[in-house]
């Protein structure tokens, strides 16, 4: 079992966790907005979502696997190039972090549960970016491969579970200091092009 690259994994999973994107944005403004357990309920609704396309990338990798060892690495490639492309998109986009001032209905904690999971669910990027990150992480020669995305999966979801709900409850201090200090947004869009570039040569190498 090769502990080095599911640390890596755990490495990379944090630091795009903490990457400013529409989920942990979504989870600052709930939390800004309604309160830290507002937050943390949006937390666990997009982490519960996780489960979904960890199953549907475990068994379809999976059976791919088993059927076709070059097709395999075509998906590997295909992971490879999407990350990359990933790191494009973040490299032309721009670096400030911008925070929605338009007030929404307050949500119940169930209704925010809810709308957390179905815009994971619903959300077919989450899907492929599973299916372009987990391959590259298959730690182990014994445990099946069904298995190992599982554990792949939990462990993503753990992390981001940790990381978004220290967002969550640190809320108030994080958007004061991403407003005062304009260099944050520029600090992160590099760790994400690291990370994605970084993460696309592990996967073919």
């Not at 997009?46 to 060892?69: E, P, Q, R, W, Y």
């Not at 640190?170 to 993460?199: E, M, P, R, T």
Request: hydrophobic letters at 55%.
């Amino acid at each position: 079992m090769n502990y080095d690259l599911l640390l890596s994994f755990v490495f990379a999973t944090s630091a795009l966790a903490f990457s400013p994107g529409p989920d942990n944005i979504f989870v600052l403004m709930q939390s800004i907005t309604n309160g830290k357990q507002y937050g943390l309920a949006t937390v666990a609704g997009l982490i519960t979502g996780c489960i979904v396309h960890t199953t549907l990338v475990a068994f379809g990798v999976s059976a791919i696997i088993k059927a076709n060892d070059h097709l395999f690495f075509t998906i590997k490639l295909f992971g490879a190039l999407y990350l990359l492309f990933l790191a494009y998109k973040v490299f032309k986009g721009d670096s400030r972090i911008e925070f929605s001032n338009t007030s929404a209905p307050k949500k119940s904690l169930l209704q925010l549960f809810k709308q957390g999971f179905i815009m994971n669910v619903l959300n077919p990027k989450v899907s492929i970016f599973f299916l372009a990150f987990f391959p590259g992480f298959l730690f182990s020669d014994s445990l099946s491969t069904v298995t190992q995305f599982y554990v792949l999966g939990f462990v993503f979801m753990a992390v981001s579970f940790v990381i978004f709900s220290l967002i969550a409850i640190l809320a108030g201090s994080i958007s004061d200091y991403l407003k005062q200090n304009n260099n944050v947004g520029v600090v992160l869009k590099w760790l994400q092009i690291v990370v994605f570039i970084a993460i696309a040569i592990l996967i073919l190498l």
